[in-house]
């Protein structure tokens, strides 16, 4: 049976679902911020699916461009949890909880 | 355009203007000099008494009325308006003659009274306020005089307001007279309703048409429909006319009730003796009190409406309080409050004589009785000045010795109070007992006799008392004659005592309210006979009472030296002396009703309204704000969670609730 | 593809690198005039962009993915006003930073570039790069304090939460290009006009909705609003400034451009949701800013509070309704930015961000004290001040809508009970100024000339745009024309 | 700058000069605030002159317009309109006489005064800007502006240990009416039609084309309990005596004298006029909720322990006889409330003014603590006196004659309620305010007060001020009546153009008898 559009629309959400349990169950700051990538990339899965089954290529573009953003993404975002572990020598989110209420 | 203002329209405004100048004048320019104010005052009244005088001798007997518009409101039309009618001309004789008298008196009496000065004025004001009622066209304006009195009564009552009781008596003259004065009130708004107009002319006018277009049996047809459905406008106010004209006449009845202290509101009488004793003289027995008498004679047209039941409630109310008031005197031991309670028995009698549909008597009776009390209490004045400040008659006692002028001159009044022949009260008293029988109201005959009876008695103890016998105390036993601005004036106010009966007044207001009853007008000497052949029953049935009074009193009170009346009647002695408990009544009435309705409502606006309402919804939105910021738990997981629960939450209401269908 | 039209973005952009190159050549004690540096540029730019564009007509670059029309301009001075005086305030905050000041005022004008470029998309593409420019660059600002704690853990909150916001984004674009297949908001704007079926699509609205959720995280509407409280109160003093003007206006200027010109069929039928997200986000906002102590967090909450006013704009989306949004915003930058001037220069002094911090103000510097009161009247929107008049004109909308379909004065009674309990914790505010009990130090507090400057040019606009609104409200009215409203 | 706009700007120019004159130049600043205040009210009394009562076209003299926003695209034309008629203009006049006074009473503020004064000169510009404008916004606006500057006096110079719940509560429950007048005032600008604010144009508007049923049923409530709790109508009523008990004398005077009637008025303006068959559903309910006003509030009055209490339940009780005379409908009715509004404000001020004077003399207002003061302080005892007699409806004050045409205009349309209402106003008010005299001033002297001086010649001139204003409009109210009459008959001819005429008035009973004396006489 030949794939269709449906097929990698379903593994697409699929991933952004499992990306998304990841961000919620887990509690190292590195897995959560590595689920949260996976979330980008089954966006990308998407639009690829999409761009080609619509026959327009500007979905590929933007495939691009989520790619680099993801990239200065997670530059930052790792410098910031390098920072963070130097700063609480600990990953783990529940020690986070010093701004609440 | 206001008519041009009549030689003695400006005379009136005079007379009453000269009052207000003298007590403004005092009040602000005065500072030190006590004197200059005393003069002022007595000079104002002075010359409004002589200006009453040629008023009274040389304008005719037809009504002169003199209009400033002070306020024009759609339908509502008061004017400043002074009436000159026979009337008001008497009653202007007695104000400003009894007034001046007693200005001067209290000249001497309040000589060395710290604040001089503010006497003085209160006592002008009074006088302007008076003044106003007497000189009154309209309703409405005198409702606004009505409270200028009750206010200066106030200020004079409570004048010693160091003194608790001073204070506590005048905070409670006010308002038992501003009980009468609601009732006033209402009475007005309701003739207005109902008549159209507040002016005495035109009601007038207004009252006799309706009289004479109504045939009889319906009542007072004519105006009768509209005056229903004017009244109250919505459907349960249709009363049947005669109802409405009746509680007309109740409602302006139960403001002069509070101002000449009628049965249910006359609690405040006795305790105003507080004040000095001259404002005891001038308000509280010849002018204020009279101020209600002279209201329902001013509106008796209007009580008189046929229909109306009002004059017969006024009689039972009258000769009840005369009754209840000559009980109570028989055991007060105070002087001042023997004649307080005399006075309220005089105003019983007028208000009775008013009942009996005789204003006529009522005006002669009040007339003379201003003369004879004023004289009554001044006298009492110079006892109590002599006695330093002794006003119980225990401790008095052969004053008839010390003060000769101050004796006889008491003496004329009491037996003019009392009624015995030649002197004034018996021809005023005959007048209402002849009213009472012609319009054969025998209980109310019964009635008057033996309170002319009382009045003799209690009377009677109080001369024998303070004055025969031999002195109780060291102070009567000292006792000397006032100086002579003091008895000067008792002398003077002993010749109308005397000569007032006999001079024709009664004809003179006769001519007012015709119809009743036909004025004896022969010249002085018949006068003086003309009630034995007028009625003969009253005259007699008078004199037999004062007489037997007299043999009583003189029974038991000759040479005594205690009071053996209570053995003789028990616990009605008891209750007199009490006053029939009616202060301790009104006072737990009023706790029950007022006082406890101001806790409740004091409770309910601190804790429900204030409290419960306004503090409780402030401490809900208090609580469910610090709840609602415990969603920020600041773990990162669970905003994590949130976040992805409000994007499920907006997926789902926007897709699945709003359907395509949309 | 005319570039000439990205001239304002460019010049703030290279005015960034400028600043970061400096700083090698300054010495470490003068690095504040790198900061007036940045602010003179910016001043510049600003001033260009009156003589550069009028905004009468729509002029579009880059395949028209880039739009710059009256509304686009509108915002860019906004943004533009806005980083001049966040850049003020930073200078005057700068050396409370231990090391990186240039850096500081280089991310600033980058996340202007940002905002600028967001003003102006007309596709789903710049929209979504220039919200992740902006959502990164304020990473690092939001935790620029290494030191301490409170900062690098809002960064870390705010890092994970705007990533899962801009994943959400992203899939919505996905599912949006999948269904409608195209980017650009003009070329949807016709699929929809002409084909009804593709109004219908699920999928569509799916995409949609989840673009909404991006933006409504950027704005700190209801469902989304989570992380406000806890970056503002741990973020330095000038980030939170930013953040709750800059930031959340970029949120509103792509919602306006995708319901204004992308989406104005659909938005009929959103209408529901918005009411229901405006009413949420002023309760939620006001109730819980009623217990709070710290300044910061305060203010957060507030902010949270001044987006649901703005939804309520967006509820009513027609003409009058997007221009009192734009007035409303006009009002609430200088606001703000008052505030919050006034709150850093006392925070440093007093070094404690608690509401008692402000104890005997009206003593210690009158002109702190006056602005911050009239900084708290205005956001209570107490006449005769900008707050006012911008809630006089969302409300007005709004009651106009509630002829039509009477749940509209439900949302006017939702917004009344957000005024009253925001009086209670302004008006707080305003009473630990004049009259709180523990005011132990009278020392007066220096306040330096720029910020005397910036507090200056704040009062002003809120008086001027209070007491004389026609002239600002004309403006607002001309930038609105462009969208395809009522 | 005309007569009418200088009334309100001077104070408010002023308020500016003050802020730029240094803070220690105390007598400086007093003064500038005098001048102001002074001025104001020279220019209120020049007007109160020249206004004489001829008809001009519609209603109002006076008038200056100036455009403010006016956006064609948005349908929104807001107008600076000012203008005066019988009603505002007795209601200016005595807001500058009272602003005056309460400026000459500031003398007793000793903290912070640049600030006070400031926020003084904006309350004064705020109220009587309030009054002078036409257009409902600016109504609106100016008094908002009075909202901050009562918060922060209340609370920074007030007194009493709970001001700071007193100053909250004044405050929220405030803008909570001002807010629901707002949605009223927004709603009748859509729902008119006509797209403005100008009362003008809204009246002409509304006798075009009358608001539909539905939309008078929705707005009326709105204005009548918006401005109801701006005018502390009865369950509205709490946050009144415990704001003015707290509150400075300057201020306590300025608000329960001055501003407190800015909800009548706008009933008055608007309300009844513009949404007849809208007030006519609702004026049964209103009568009766003022009947607690009067009755309800006076019972408060009489257990309160504090001066200042007292007086403020009474101003509560006297705001029951105002919307009495306007529910009345009647032409004596409503003149009748009018006139109760000028001479409540001076009244609330003068009474406040001396309990203030007395506060600041002995330092408490609790009058068990008080007794036989009147000899030590004769002229503040004597005014005291004075005011508290006016405030329980004596005549010769302008209260009475106020009161009086109330009672005489409601009795047709509620007879139970002015009955009670009589009561309450004859027996209730005498009752508490002699109660409070005879705790102050009557019986013996406490040797605590002996060295009490009285008031110094500068203090006596506002009490002076007011109590000859008081007196004036007592002893002549044609100079006040004359002037509201037609303003308030063009109202009612509005308000009663809906339902036919209920009960046939006084005046036909006048017509039916002079009728009657015809028929009488043709047949003789």
Redesign the interface.
Known sequence: MNVGLEHY?TV?AML?CL??LG???R?N?LV??MS?EL??N??NL??V???RF?E?L??Q??VF??IT?AA??VA??LA??V??YR??QSAH??D?????? | MEPAISPAGYAALTILLLPLAAAAFIAFCTQREGERSANLSIGAIALGFVLSLGLFAFTGDQAVETNFNWLAVGDLHVSFGLLLDPLSKLMLLVVTGVGLMIHIYSRGYMSGDRSFRRYFGSLSLFTFSMLGIVLANNLFMMFVFWELVGVSSYLLIGFWFEKNSAADAAKKAFLTNRVGDFGFILGIILTWAAFGSVNFAELNSAVELGGRLADKSAGFSLLAEPLGKIAGGTQWWTVHPNVLVTLVGLLLFMGAMGKSAQFPLHVWLPDAMEGPTPVSALIHAATMVAAGVFMLCRIFFLLNIPGSHALEFIAWIGGFTALLAAVMALQQNDIKRILAYSTLSQLGYMVMAVGLHAPGPAMFHLTTHAAFKALLFLGAGSVIYACHHEQNIWKMGGLRVAMPRTWWTFRWGTLALCGVWPFAGFFSKDAILAAALEHNNIPLFVLGVFVAGLTTFYMSRLVLVAFCGNARSEEASHAHESPGVMTWPLVVLAVPTLLAGAVGIDAYIGKLFPGEHPPHNEGFLNNLFAPFNHNVFAAGFGLLAVVAGYQLARALYVNADRDRLPEKIGVLAKLARDRFYFDELYEWFISVTQETLARVADWVDRWIIAGFLVRGTHGATELFGRAL??V??????TY??LF?AGVVLVLAWQLLLQSPAH | MNASLIVLELAVVVLGLVVLVQDWFTPAKDRRTLGYGAVLGVAVVLLYSFFAFDGTETLYAFGNAYVLDGLALWFKRFFLLAALLVLIMATEFSDSFESGQSEFFALTLFALAGMMFAASAND??LL??SL?LIT?TF??LV?FL?RR??S??????Y??LG??S??FL??G???I??SA???NFNELADKLANNAGLAHKQLLMAGVLLVLVGLGFKMAAVPFQIWA??VY??SPTPTTAFLSVGSKAAGVVLLMRLLGTAIPDLAFNLEKLLMAMAAGTILYGSLCAIPQRNLKRLLGYSSIASAGYLLLGFAVMNRAGSSAILYYLAGYLFTVLAAFTVIAVVVKEAGAEDISALGGLAQRSPLLATTLTLAMVSLAGIPPLAGFFGKFLLLKAVIAEGVRWHAYYWLFAVAVVGVLISLYYYFNVVKAIYWSKGATDMTPIPVSVPTRLALAVCIAGMLWLGINPDGALELAVEAVKSLKLA | MSLLSAIFLLPLLAALLVLCIPRNYKFVIRLVALGATLASMVLALTLFAKFNAAPVENGFKFVEKHAWVSVSTLKLDIGWHLGVDGINLGLIVMGAIVAFAAACVSREIKRLEKEYYTLLLVMTGGILGAFASLNLFFFYFFHELALVPTFIMIGVWGHGENRNYATFKITIYLSLGALIALAGLIALYIQSGANTFDIVELTKAVKARPLPLAAQSLIFPLLLFGFGILVSLWPFHTWAPLGYGAAPTATAMLHAGVLKKFGLYGLLRVGIPLMPDGASAWLEILAFLCLGNIVYCGLVAMRQKDLNLLIGNSSVAHMGFIFLGIASLSLVGVTGAVVVMVAHGFLAALTFGLSGALREKTGTLEMEKFGGLLRQIPFLGAALVMAMLAGCGLPGFANFVGEAMVLFGSWRAFPLVTTLAAWGALIIGAVYMLRAVRNILHGPEKSEWAALKDASAWAKVPFVLLLAALLLLGVWPRLLTDKIQPSVAAILTMANAKTADKAPRPGDVKKAVDEAKQRAVQPR
């Open positions: 629309l697409s952004f990306g998304l961000v919620i169950l509690r700051v959560i911020y949260l979330m980008l089954a966006a998407a639009l699916a999409f761009s619509n327009n500007t979905g573009m933007m461009f989520i953003v200065a993404e930052v975002g910031l949890i920072a963070l700063k609480r989110v529940e986070l909880t010093s701004l609440k209420l | 910021r415990l920020q738990t600041g773990s990162l997981q994590a969670f992805a | 789903f593409m979504f790069v992740e990164v990473y690092v935790s290494r704690v409170e690098l853990e809002a960064g870390v909150k890092l994970i990533a899962l801009s994943g992203v899939y674009i996905a599912l290009f999948g297949g195209t980017m409280p806890d109160q741990g």
